[in-house]
Every structure is written in structure tokens, then in C-alpha cells.
């Protein structure tokens, strides 16, 4: 039974509203020896929202990565819902929104993909919607991956392939707008004479812009798709004067090195100290990865989190974080997705199982440690 004592929802300011930290926790000013972590507080021993959810019919595979963030006492969800066949290629962008954590009702279908596997309809699957609030123009941006799709070969992983990564501005403003509806703007980044060496057929598999100063940052993801078996998905960062663009590789820093095999999807929170931390998808078991910056542009060595332990392991594999929610005091609520356990069910050929996705959720505090490394680098 679902533990829900004390999640009570907290009356706040905006999501990425400026965390009060002391100033002991300061990352590059950590003494030698000492540096930041996170830590689970408390687990809840089941998912908050899955395919029986509320809302959920029709939903056949579940969710996958997107973001949460927190709105005058409310969370926002904005998720990938993957909703039929082809497995990974017939999507929906959905709007969920709660008060307590637990308890989510879905506000609408932002955009649905075509399900085409024929490889031709560049936005045959569409993943990972990203909002993003533009003060500048006082709308609320949407960055989302849209795929081309195709059956996959012994040589090629075809089923998300090309990644283009479009922005849609809200077309009501100011904060409210977050409800949408959203129009496309156009494509902000995608593979081309331009790209880094290490981006691959995959195209760009994920982007989230974060400002410093008054210049925008943003992680990007791929992977050399076209030959199997994959040894590496990989970061890198872009950068651009203004939300909307032109968004240019920061290719001196690319790739970025907080793992050795596979990053995906890191998220960015500033804290109250003008310090960064990004938690990201790990192949790390019952675990998310985060990374630390001083600057926004050089990142720590990932650490890993475990977000699922002992009694309360319920999913086959923890797959990707939705961000960092600040919830004052140094303590974080961090939702992720994970593929749900279900009896029978074993690995396709290609080790990728179909239990549907669902949403899980902890709480996290910030901590200092004299054991962990405070250098950064990348």
C-alpha cells in the first residue's frame, strides 16, 4: 500500500525560483577532501503513476523521461506516453499536473506522433518534452525530439533514428501559458556539417537549455546508432545568446566525461550559491546519475544515486530522472521513470524489455561529505 503520510503538497514560489543554500556548501569553494552529494531521505515502495492511473487508458507501454516541475503548489508533469505500436515510435506528449505528489490528473495531449515505420516522416516518434520559461518574452518554450523511425537491421538501430530537436512557444503568456496550447517554432538542432564526431545516426536524443548569466546552455545527446552493438551514448553541450536560438555546439568541451559508457538526459537546477547540479539516465542498477558544475560549462565526475532499494525495488530497470524540484532547506523531490516489474515477461532480442514505464518518486537532500571528490572537470 502506497505510503502517502506527510507528502503533503507545500505552498511555494516558481520551480527554478533560487534554493537558499549555506554557504559551507559552495562547490568550488569545498575545503580539500570534501564535496557535495545527494542523498535519498525517504522512498516510496510503489510508483505513482502507471498505466491503471487515472487518465492512463489507452496508454499500452507507459511513460518514458520528460520533466517535473513545481508551480504555485502545483506539479507539473510533462512526459513521453507510449501509447501502441511500433514499441518506442507511437507517441504522445501528455500534461499531467498534481497537488501531492501522489495523486495526478491528466490535463491534455500536447502533440502525438504518426507511428510511420517506414523511416520516412521525420516525426514519426516524439520524445522527451522539456518546458522551459523564456523571461525575456514571458512565454514558456517547449524542446522536444522528433525521430524518424524504421525496423531495426543486424548492423543498425533504426527504431529512433535522426533526431531533430524542435522548440514550440506557448501561445498564451506569461505564466499561466504552461497549459499551452504550444505552436511549433522550428528545429533548433540537429545532426549536419556541424556536428561533433562523436554524434551518430541517432541524431540528437535529447536537449535541455539552462541559463548562466545572460547566455543559455543546453545539454544534447547521441550515439553512433549505425553500428551494433552500441558502445557509447554520450553529452555534449550548446550554447546560444538567447532561448530561441542559433543554438552552436560548444565543441571544445564535447563530449563531456561524467561516465565512461552512457549519459542521457541530464536535467539542470542552479542553486542558491550560482552553482549547478544535473541529474541524468545511468546504466548504474536502481540508479540515476548527477553531476555538479561551478560555472554551468565544466561538470564534476557523475555520482550515482539509488533511488530503489531492498523491499521497494518494483521496477526491472530505472531509467531516466525528471528533475531536481527544490523544496527548501536543501531537500529536492526527484521523480524518475522505470520499467515496472511484471511476471513472464523476459528481454527481446535486443535486451529490452516491454514492461510498461511508470513513474516513481523520492525525496532527496544535499549533503556535504569528506570523502567524495569536489574537482571538476570535463
Known sequence: M??????????????????????????????????????????????????????????????????????????????????????????????????????????????????????????????????????????????????????????????????????????????????????????????GPDSDSWEGLQGTDSFFPYRVGDRWYAFYGSAHTEKLPLSLWQVGLAKSPDLAGPWARYTEFNPLKMENRFVENPIVTELGDGSYVAVYDTDEPSAVGYTFSSDGIHWSRGQHLVVQDGNGVWATEVRTPLGLIAEGKDSFTLFYTANEKVPGMAPDANGITLTPGAMGMVEVQLKTTQTASAGSGH
Open 2 to 191: 502506497l505510503d502517502t503520510t506527510g507528502w503533503a503538497s507545500t505552498s511555494g514560489k516558481l520551480f527554478f525560483s533560487l534554493l537558499t543554500l549555506p554557504s559551507l556548501l559552495a562547490f568550488q569553494g569545498s575545503a580539500p577532501g570534501t564535496g557535495l552529494v545527494l542523498a535519498v531521505t525517504r522512498r516510496l515502495d510503489n510508483p505513482v503513476l502507471t498505466i491503471h492511473s487515472e487518465g492512463a487508458q489507452g496508454n499500452k507501454y507507459g511513460f518514458e523521461g520528460g520533466r517535473v516541475l513545481k508551480l504555485g503548489g502545483a506539479y507539473h508533469l510533462f512526459t513521453s506516453e507510449m501509447v501502441g505500436d511500433p514499441h518506442w515510435v507511437k507517441m504522445r506528449m501528455a500534461h499531467w499536473v498534481s497537488r501531492d505528489r501522489v495523486h495526478w490528473q491528466r490535463l491534455s495531449t500536447l502533440l502525438e506522433s504518426s507511428g510511420d515505420f517506414t523511416g520516412k516522416d521525420p516525426r514519426a516518434a516524439l520524445w522527451s518534452p522539456m518546458p522551459v520559461y523564456n523571461a525575456k518574452d514571458g512565454r514558456w518554450n517547449l524542446f522536444y525530439v522528433a525521430y524518424q523511425a524504421a525496423p531495426d537491421t543486424s548492423q543498425q538501430w533504426l527504431t529512433n533514428h535522426e533526431g531533430r530537436i524542435w522548440r514550440a512557444v506557448s501561445e498564451t503568456p506569461g505564466m499561466d501559458g504552461i497549459d499551452g496550447p504550444y505552436k511549433d517554432a522550428g528545429i533548433v538542432l540537429q545532426r
